[in-house]
């Protein structure tokens, strides 16, 4: 389990990406499994097939699901790896083996 630290043109930190297993109702009610998460929002557009917004620990994360990849976004770049590594793990129990380099490319 490896984090990543790509910056979106908001700020935002992608901090994961893995082959997704599942499809929006998975996710959503995977999030909710998670301790402590508050589900927000549950939407998805032509450009990506589902993006779900949830809080958890006090932070604000956004897990987006396109073609075949699920890729992990925390709000706040500066949110503590624990929380990071905490949220990863629980979205590694969905998925398959990482991608590449963790960005989606082949390693």
Do not use: K, W
């Amino acid at each position: 389990m490896r984090l990543i630290d790509q910056r979106t043109p908001d700020g935002s930190r992608q901090f994961a990406c893995l082959r997704a297993v599942g499809d929006r109702r998975t996710l959503n009610s995977h999030v909710l499994q998670l301790s402590g998460a508050e589900s927000l929002q549950c939407a998805g557009s032509r450009d990506v097939a589902l993006r779900l917004d949830f809080h958890f620990r006090r932070h604000c994360f956004l897990a987006t699901l396109c073609h075949g990849l699920l890729r992990l976004f925390v709000r706040d770049p500066q949110c503590p790896d624990l929380i990071l590594y905490e949220v990863l793990a629980h979205f590694e129990r969905l998925s398959e083996p990482p991608v590449g380099d963790g960005l989606g490319e082949p390693a």
